[in-house]
């Protein structure tokens, strides 16, 4: 089928490109894209990319400006916007790199990074500003910015991103290579391929490219399409479209397509969206594109009613300049994460016909309109989680009378509508000229909602950790929160938690400034440290023994706790106090059927500074009692403080309120809201909150509420790597392979099994009577048998590899060891008893203890050996495993004793 003609679209130029180029210096490494033909560099910007600080390697800069709309073939701009410039760069990455932008146009006087979320600091070096990555991310870099103004004329944004996993294989048979001047084919059903591989260089898609089920379209990095691509059936009722993957660090643009009059019919319009595949599709991912100047909205995306599998966008950025330049707007069942959003119009969609829809990870930017977040245009939707995201710039709002431009926005719901169960947490607006109109004065409120036709719901939304950075000047509008009426059309069950504006924390409707109509159920409340875990992520929360996942529980979501052979303590990193109030709803649906006491228990925990330090407050079914008890010190048991006086029963199934409160030397435990137990004991000072249930107890926990913290900061520890920069510096292998690689979305140390035993060590570690631990993971064991051929574990009191200790677990005797090597010679000073095979891919912590002469070994925080030994007194840290094992090591902490 031949590609059509389509008005205004500019002449094509086939013209060679040159090939990718990649660095590796060591476990660092990026890989740029060569500059496609025809397409001039950003004449503002130039970055560049370093692996050692040394050599630099040119990343290319493209450019997009905003039009003047005074040309009737240019209608859409803004006349705000006017020459303004978008300067951006793509490439990808591992481990820790360099990077340096030039101001092509003069000195740099300031430089920040945002989100500033990312804390990374800039080194200003006349017209150069320099600064180091270690993880994937979407940037802004804010040269030069001036307070109380609008300084984004030209701005800067850097996608530097993960390696690519999935690249088609150029000469696999359903592989077709599209090089620049190539017809485009579209499918027609006769064709083989099922991979189109636009490889680097400038396409010419045109608008309206139609997408078919069962197949994959390759935008390599360096390739830059210009065009969109949809499904064009108008009915989204029928339409249907079914396992399609759009991907790839390529440029989709729209610069060369005109902006389609609102007059036009809206199926019309669809066309000139830029990714549309509205209707009744599944199994649909969109991943890593870079999507410039749209003519109408950037994605648009649908599901098939009752779809088990999301649909998935990940890593799309966009530079947008027109109105109506949407961001995302999902239908149904969809995950939306990694995004960066520049629009004119709304950047996100959040209840728009959503259905169990998860945003996480979304940074937003808006010039002359649009809010962040719009929670509809009408439609119904609900489920809808919105998590950890940054707005970076909302500036005005040049339209609907300062109603396209707040932060969370509702213009409406069509009647017969319901928005419902919406679960908004972790937001930061960070722009400082916040809600600037026109003339540099603020008049734009945070929240502009309101509901204008009847009989339409909204209902259970709930707000969590929001933080403003910008005041609420005088001349600002109140933030608005307005039922039509009170009969069948008025908002209900509205929370705001831990709300902060310009630094306040808002604890009522007149602190934040809020005008209130015919809502039912308002609240505000302010604690410490409170999750829902409606965000559906345990983010921040660590495991010590056990362990626990966020699930879904009714409308909302929970925090579950394993039934495992382990007792699960979980804590809150950001709980670190002295005296305060732990409160949490706790369910339990069966009680395991203990004859013991120890076993059916849940509840919480306080002051805790290690799995061997806290105290703990719960029910014991059991003994149908509440206790409150104390571990303090490793190896020393259970101190039993309190028994409740009465027994309780508390039913399986129901849920109960919990509260733990630590004043001083008092400790009281409530059940909803009565004491039923009390203690007195000042040996633990402060710590973490958490929770807790027994082995293999599972408990479901939410609403964690920790308030009143008021303990300084945990102190730091002597010595950590979590290899989360994705490099070993500080390590060094004494024998064998050892490299920092991916695992999930994290970094660990793995060796590779060879011809000699793993050992590596942290040159900063010496130490002569310490605390050691890591996470080790074995993903698969070893087929060898024999003694000392399979061996994982750590290292203390290394001198060299003929002299250190080593607290193991060998496999072929099923034990766990602790050995020394002196002078070469091996010995086992202590061996436990038959232990079960440790279980493949999953992290378990060993901490190895060394005091004096003796030596303490302990694996999720429950003791499995120990002995004494007098040979080596000094040394250093590290990891170990025989030649035939490979393992992964995480999390690594050394503190002197």
Not at 3 to 9: L, V
Not at 62 to 84: C, E, F, I
Not at 304 to 322: F, L
Request: net charge negative; with cysteine.
């Amino acid at each position: 089928m031949l590609k059509r003609s389509i008005p205004h679209f500019g002449c094509f130029l086939a013209i060679l490109y040159t090939l990718v180029s990649a660095v590796f210096v060591s476990a660092q490494s990026y890989t740029v894209y060569p500059q496609p033909a025809g397409i001039s560099p950003s004449d503002k910007y130039q970055v560049e990319l370093s692996a050692d600080g040394q050599n630099w390697t040119h990343s290319f800069t493209y450019m997009t400006t905003a039009k003047d709309n005074s040309d009737p073939d240019l209608q859409g701009y803004y006349l705000s916007l006017a020459g303004w410039t978008a300067s951006y760069t793509n490439f990808e990455f591992s481990g820790t790199i360099q990077i340096r932008v030039t101001k092509l146009t003069g000195p740099i006087s300031s430089a920040i990074v945002r989100p500033t979320a990312y804390n990374i600091p800039v080194t200003i070096n006349n017209n150069t500003a320099t600064f180091s990555l270690s993880k994937p991310a979407n940037l802004a870099i804010e040269i030069d910015g001036k307070p109380n103004a609008n300084p984004f004329d030209h701005s800067l944004s850097i996608f530097a991103n993960s390696y690519e996993q999935d690249v088609p294989v150029e000469n696999d048979p359903n592989v077709l290579v599209v090089n620049p001047g190539d017809l485009i084919p579209a499918a027609t059903g006769s064709e083989t391929w099922t991979t189109l591989h636009f490889k680097p260089g400038v396409h010419n898609l045109g608008p309206g490219y139609q997408i078919a089920s069962n197949k994959r379209y390759y935008l390599e990095g360096g390739s830059f399409v210009y065009g969109g691509m949809v499904v064009l059936d108008t009915n989204y009722a029928t339409q249907t479209v079914d396992n399609v993957k759009i991907w790839g660090y390529g440029v989709l643009s729209g610069e060369q397509v005109n902006w389609p009059p609102k007059e036009w019919p809206q199926a019309q319009r669809n066309w000139y969206r830029m990714i549309n595949i509205q209707g009744l599709n599944s199994n649909i991912v969109l991943e890593g594109l870079t999507i410039v100047d749209p003519p109408f909205h950037s994605v648009s995306m649908g599901n098939i009613n009752g779809a088990t599998t999301p649909n998935i966008i990940r890593n799309i950025k966009t530079q947008n300049w027109r109105n109506n330049s949407d961001g995302i707007g999902v239908q149904k069942y969809a995950i939306v994460e990694d995004c960066f959003l520049r629009t004119q119009d709304d950047s996100i969609y959040i209840a728009n016909g959503q259905q169990d829809v998860v945003i996480r990870n979304i940074t937003t930017w808006n010039d002359a309109n649009g809010s962040s977040f719009i929670f509809t245009a009408g439609a119904g939707g609900s489920g809808t989680s919105v998590s950890d995201s940054s707005v970076i710039y909302n500036h005005r709002a040049e339209l609907l009378g300062g109603q396209g431009g707040s932060v969370f926005n509702l213009r409406g719901i069509n009647t017969g509508e319901t928005v419902e169960n919406i679960y908004i947490s972790n937001i930061h607006v960070e722009d400082p000229n916040y809600g600037l109109s026109n003339n540099g004065t603020r008049y734009r409120p945070i929240f502009f909602m309101q509901m204008t036709n009847s009989n339409a719901v909204f209902r259970n939304v709930k707000f969590s950790n929001i933080i403003v950075d910008a005041p609420m000047a005088p001349e600002s509008l109140d933030n608005l929160l307005t039922g039509l009426n009170s009969t069948d059309s008025f908002m209900e069950d509205i929370s705001f938690t831990n709300l902060y504006i310009d630094g306040t924390p808002v604890k009522s409707a007149a602190e934040g400034r809020f005008t209130v109509n015919h809502v039912q159920g308002l609240s505000f409340q302010h604690y410490s440290f409170f999750d829902d875990f409606d965000h559906r992520t345990s983010i921040g929360w660590i495991a010590l023994s056990g362990g626990g996942q966020t699930v879904a529980d009714g409308l909302d979501y929970a925090l579950e706790t394993e039934g495992l052979s382990n007792m699960n303590r979980l804590y809150a990193e950001e709980t670190w106090g002295s005296d305060y109030s732990v409160v949490s709803t706790v369910r339990v649906d069966t009680w395991d059927p203990a004859t013991l006491p120890g076993k059916a228990q849940a509840g919480l925990l306080g002051r805790l500074t290690d799995v061997d330090n806290h105290y703990a407050f719960f029910y014991d079914d059991y003994l149908k009692k509440f206790r409150i008890i104390m571990r303090a010190g490793t190896g020393n048991p259970i101190t039993v403080l309190a028994n409740s006086a009465s027994s309780y029963t508390l039913n399986p199934g129901q849920e109960y309120q919990l509260e733990f409160r630590l004043n001083g030397s008092a400790l009281e435990g409530f059940l909803d809201g009565v004491l039923v137990t009390a203690a007195t004991d000042s040996t633990l000072t402060q710590g973490y909150t958490g929770v807790f249930s027994g082995a293999p107890q599972m408990a479901i926990f939410d609403d964690f509420i920790t308030d009143n913290s008021s303990a300084p900061p945990p102190p730091a520890d002597d010595l950590s790597d979590d290899f989360s920069d994705g490099i070993s510096d500080g390590w060094t292998e004494a024998e064998g392979n050892w490299a920092v690689v991916a695992d999930g979305v994290d970094y660990t140390y793995e060796t590779s099994a060879g011809n000699s035993s793993d050992l590596s060590f942290n040159t900063a570690s010496d130490h002569t009577n310490v605390e050691v631990s890591a996470e080790l993971k074995v993903d698969s064991w070893s087929k060898k048998n024999k003694p000392g051929e399979v061996q994982v574990g750590i290292v203390a009191r290394y001198q060299d590899a003929s002299n250190y200790y080593a607290f193991i677990f060998d496999k072929s005797s099923a034990t766990y060891q602790l050995i020394k090597i002196v002078g070469d010679n091996a010995s086992i000073i202590a061996q436990s008893g038959s232990t079960p095979l440790p279980s493949t891919g999953i992290y378990n912590e060993y901490r190895f203890e060394l005091n004096g002469t003796s030596l303490l070994g302990l694996v999720d925080g429950l003791e499995v050996i120990s002995g004494s030994d007098s040979s080596l007194s000094s040394g250093k840290a590290g990891f170990y495993t025989s030649k035939s094992q490979e393992a992964k090591f995480d999390n690594f902490v050394m503190n002197n004793l």
